[in-house]
């Protein structure tokens, strides 16, 4: 019986992901410089809110959104052959991009609004980075924008990856 596909563990796909983006750049408001992202990878909701605009540097976090049954189906946990899960890895990426101003004024002129098509862009190039990469094991679900929340914009990529947990139990396995 040969072994299933898939990751043997959680972190294994999120640096997969992660080094698939590793080279992932954006330009900034002005155009005059390309930014290079802060990492963050791990489980979704640690490590608090990374500030978008600190130091003008973006944030790119790849998190696990937790593990299911690829079945789809509650399954009985044996000591005995493999494991098959999958797990949702969201990909998060925020700039900055201030459309309200100092005085609290919603930017409406669409020339102070055109960093909106760069992020697009780069919501395209870091999903064709995905996809020229081709991580094993990984499937592309969706990709979003987020809207400005006056502060910060980027966008959401969402991804399932295959886990196979085979690894042999410790002899002797605590009773149950």
């Not at 992901?17 to 750049?25: E, I, K, P």
């Not at 990374?50 to 998190?63: F, H, K, S």
């Not at 937790?66 to 005995?80: T, Y």
Request: glycine share 10%; charged share 15%; net charge negative.
């Amino acid at each position: 019986m040969s072994q299933p596909a898939g990751f043997a563990a959680p972190i294994d796909a999120l640096l997969a992901v992660a080094t698939c983006l590793g080279d992932f750049t954006i330009w900034n408001e002005s155009g005059t410089t390309e930014l290079e992202p802060r990492f963050f990878i791990g489980d979704a909701g640690v490590g608090g809110v990374l500030d978008c605009c600190t130091g003008g540097q973006p944030v790119l976090r790849v998190e696990s959104s937790g593990e299911l049954p690829a079945s789809g189906s509650p399954f009985v946990l044996g000591k005995h052959g493999c494991i098959e899960l999958v797990m949702g890895i969201t990909v998060t990426f925020l700039t900055c991009f201030k459309t309200i101003s100092k005085s609290g004024q919603v930017v409406t002129d669409p020339a102070e609004l055109d960093y909106s098509r760069v992020i697009q862009d780069a919501r395209w190039r870091a999903v064709e980075m995905l996809r020229c990469c081709r991580p094993a094991n990984i499937k592309f679900v969706s990709a979003t924008p987020i809207p400005s929340d006056g502060k910060c914009s980027g966008f959401q990529i969402d991804l399932l990856a295959n886990l196979a947990l085979c690894a042999p139990c410790p002899t002797p396995v605590p009773a149950s």
